[in-house]
């Protein structure tokens, strides 16, 4: 089935610089992406729609600067963690779904975990 | 968005059916309702989705109710491995894919 990936699974960065999340559909084309975030026992907050060629969308209170997100092609959209703090330390997941109608599947990446130190 | 609503927590003894309850009183007639699970430090997993009528696959069946207002994922067998946060989610027409994440139900199947 389709499946969407994610790389790398698992990043530790020093304070201030910068990191680049991957987020791959493997045998389908998405031309939208969506990047959540989530805290320790908490639910997935939605931070920005991808877009392929286009801008992303952020949600109310995500920082556009902060959280770059790229949409280069029909498969891939990459998440940049800029200037990363320790309470940007979160697991960051991606999604896409495989056509526009309300009644396609919509998959999830495994995940990646990021710990700023 | 169409909110759900879901208990916080249910048991399950393995080997046995666990049925998880979800209301969404404020579906609209063109919204699905797709279920998920996350297994600890894991990407949300999909399950099933469906728009009125009962859906079955390898993993689960869904039962919607005739007034669309509430539903039920069950997962037949239960195994130790199904032990995780079920989230069923209303995906709603003016969103598209974007999907709103509730609490969820942390379903714990015990041997």
């Known amino acids: 089935g389709a499946v969407v990936s994610q790389h790398p699974s698992r990043v530790i960065c020093k304070s201030g610089t910068s990191v680049k999340i991957e987020c791959r559909s493997l045998?389908?084309?998405?031309?939208?992406m969506f990047w959540y975030r989530q805290f320790p026992k908490k639910s997935l907050m939605l931070m920005a729609t991808?877009?392929?060629?286009?801008?992303?969308?952020?949600e109310q209170g995500v920082e556009k600067d902060k959280f770059l997100i790229n949409h280069a092609s029909l498969t891939l959209s990459t998440l940049t963690v800029t200037s990363a703090h320790p309470e940007d330390s979160s697991f960051y997941i991606c999604s896409a779904a495989t056509g526009p109608g309300l009644g396609n599947t919509i998959y999830f990446g495994e995940g990646s975990w990021l710990t700023v130190v | 968005d169409a909110k759900t609503t879901q208990p916080p927590s249910m048991d399950c003894a393995e080997g046995r059916a666990a049925n998880l309850p979800c209301n969404h009183s404020?579906?609209?007639?063109?919204?699905?309702v797709y279920w998920y699970r996350q297994i600890h430090s894991q990407g949300p997993q999909y399950i099933i989705h469906?728009?009125?009528n009962n859906e079955t696959n390898e993993m689960a069946s869904l039962i919607i109710t005739e007034d669309r207002k509430s539903s039920t994922l069950i997962l037949p067998h239960a195994t130790l491995r199904d032990t995780a946060v079920y989230y069923c989610?209303?995906?709603?027409?003016?969103?598209?894919?974007?999907?709103?994440f509730g609490e969820g139900t942390q379903l714990t199947v015990n041997p």
């Open positions: 404020t579906i609209s007639g063109n919204e699905y």
């Open positions: 469906g728009l009125k």
């Open positions: 991808s877009n392929e060629g286009s801008k992303a969308t952020y």
């Open positions: 045998d389908f084309q998405a031309t939208t």
């Open positions: 989610i209303v995906r709603v027409a003016a969103s598209g894919s974007r999907l709103t």
